[in-house]
């Protein structure tokens, strides 16, 4: 999912302002607050889907502002545990449903290690 956010620099910060969900992070160096866009990205789509809402990519990228892609691996395990809690389903549950491990549910659901 690809998404645009503004980065401009105040007090030797970079920030990084996800202007559709009118959230704001910050970070030191490019790699820092790439990586803080990413995760202040993540975390609003989940926020959407928990709301019910639906995210798509952003189609076009507004004037002063820069692409920031949420990587996929991240985004599935979120949009998996989304579903799950939707559901109102325990990932034991869920696990025992689809006929797998609770530990390789678990991972499914984990962005670092899905």
């Given at each position: 999912?690809?998404?645009?956010v503004s980065v401009s620099e105040e007090d030797?910060?970079?920030?990084a302002d996800a202007v559709r969900f009118k959230r704001l992070t910050q970070g030191k160096s490019d790699e820092e607050i790439r990586r803080m866009a990413q995760d202040l990205l993540l975390n609003c789509v989940v926020w959407e889907w928990k709301s019910a809402r639906e995210v798509e990519s952003?189609?076009?990228?507004?004037e002063?502002?820069?692409?920031?892609t949420i990587p996929a691996k991240p985004l599935l395990a979120a949009r998996i545990?989304?579903?799950?809690?939707k559901s109102?389903?325990?990932m034991k549950e869920v696990a025992a449903k689809?006929?797998?491990g609770i530990s390789t549910y678990q991972r499914w659901?984990?962005?670092k290690l899905c």
């Open positions: 999912m690809r998404l645009a030797g910060w970079k920030m952003d189609q076009k990228l507004p002063g502002c820069e692409w920031v545990a989304s579903q799950r809690q109102g389903m325990t689809l006929g797998v659901e984990s962005p």
